[in-house]
C-alpha cells in the first residue's frame, strides 16, 4: 500500500472518530431526560453502571471529589427501581426509589427539579460523610483524598476509607453512603515502618544542622529543639567556641501526636575561658541524648518538629 493510501484510510479514521465523539455529545443533548421519571432513572442506572461520566451525563451538580471517590467505590446500588413521581411545582417533582446497598433493601426519596428545559434530580443525589482518623490530616475515599473533619458530598454507594498517605499510614473502615444522609467514618491508623524511617531521616537531618559548626551562639548557647544540654556553666566564664560530634543518633519511636528519641551518643568540645580566667577546653560527653517533638501527616508526608 502506498503511503498516499495510508494517509487516506488514517484521514478516515479520524473522520470516524470524530463523527463518533460529536454523535455522542448529540446523544447525551438530545437525551437529557424530559421527566422526572426519566430524570429519577437515568440517575439509577448511572449509580448501577459505576462510571463517573456516566454520572456527570445526568445533568446532575457534581463535583470533582464526588466522582473521583464513586471511581473507586467498593460497591454500588444494585435493583434500582423508581417507585412513584410526585410533581409538587411547576419545576419540582419528588421520586421515591429502593434499591439494594450493603447487604439490605433500601429507599429513598429524590428531589427532582427541572433546569433549562431538562429535569435532573437535585441535592438529594448525594449523601454528606465525615471522617476522622487517630493518624493524619486526611483520608482516601475510593480514589480522592479528603480532608479529616471536613464534610464532603459523596454519590450514594459504598466507599473503603483508607488512612492517608497510604506509604506512611495504614488503616481503613467502610463508609455508606445514602441519599440525603450524614455518616461519620472513624479510621483507625497506625504507622506503618516506612514512616519510623522517614521520621528518623528528619531527625537525623534535624540534628545534624543542630551540630553543625554555625549552630552553636558566640554565648555557646546550643539551638532550641535539639536536646542538646552541657553544664559548661560551672567551668567557662565565657564560651568561644563548641565543636560537636555526633557517635550516634537518638532512635525514634512514635507515638500518637508526638514522637521521642532516646540512646544518643553526643560529644561537644568546648573552648573559652575558665572560671579563672585562663583558656579552656573541655570535652563533654552523654551517653543518654534525648529529643521530644510532635509528628503530624499531611496528605503526601509526614512532619517531624522538635522541641
Known amino acids: 500500500m502506498t503511503r498516499r493510501r495510508w494517509w487516506l484510510v488514517g484521514g478516515v479514521s479520524v473522520l470516524v472518530v470524530a463523527a463518533a465523539v460529536a454523535g455522542v455529545l448529540i446523544w447525551q443533548s438530545l437525551a437529557r431526560p424530559d421527566t422526572p421519571q426519566e430524570a429519577a432513572t437515568a440517575y439509577l442506572r448511572a449509580l448501577e453502571s459505576g462510571d463517573p461520566a456516566a454520572v456527570a451525563a445526568t445533568g ?17 446500588i444494585e435493583d434500582a427501581e423508581v417507585a412513584s413521581i410526585e410533581q409538587t411545582g411547576d419545576a419540582e417533582a419528588t421520586a421515591d426509589v429502593s434499591f439494594r446497598l450493603g447487604d439490605e433493601d433500601r429507599t429513598a426519596r429524590l428531589d427532582i427539579i427541572e433546569v433549562d428545559g431538562h429535569w435532573i434530580v437535585g441535592s438529594s443525589a448525594f449523601g454528606t460523610s465525615t471522617a476522622t482518623a487517630d493518624l493524619g490530616s486526611s483520608v482516601s475515599i475510593g480514589e480522592q483524598t479528603v480532608a479529616v473533619g471536613e464534610a464532603v458530598q459523596l454519590l450514594p454507594a459504598e466507599y473503603a476509607v483508607s488512612a492517608a498517605p497510604s506509604s506512611l499510614l495504614e488503616g481503613s473502615a467502610n463508609l455508606l453512603v445514602l441519599p440525603r444522609e ?14 519510623t524511617a522517614a521520621a528518623q531521616e528528619q531527625l537525623d537531618e534535624h540534628l545534624a544542622e543542630c551540630t553543625s559548626s554555625d549552630s552553636t551562639t558566640t554565648a555557646g548557647t546550643p539551638p532550641d529543639g535539639c536536646g542538646i544540654r552541657i553544664p559548661w ?14 557517635e550516634k543518633s537518638p532512635a525514634i519511636t512514635l507515638g500518637a501526636t508526638g514522637f521521642v528519641a532516646d540512646g544518643g551518643v553526643l560529644v561537644a568540645t568546648v573552648t573559652g575561658t575558665g572560671t579563672d580566667g585562663a583558656e579552656r577546653t573541655t570535652t563533654y560527653r552523654t551517653e543518654t541524648w534525648s529529643i521530644r517533638g510532635d509528628i503530624a501527616f499531611t496528605e503526601e508526608e509526614l512532619v517531624l518538629t522538635a522541641w
Open 60 to 76: 446532575i451538580d457534581v463535583s470533582e471529589t464526588a466522582l473521583g471517590a464513586f471511581a473507586g467505590a467498593s460497591h454500588l
Open 182 to 195: 450524614d455518616a461519620e467514618v472513624t479510621v483507625e491508623a497506625t504507622a506503618l515502618p516506612a514512616a
Open 233 to 246: 556553666g560551672t567551668e567557662f566564664r565565657a564560651v568561644a567556641d563548641v565543636r560537636y560530634r555526633i
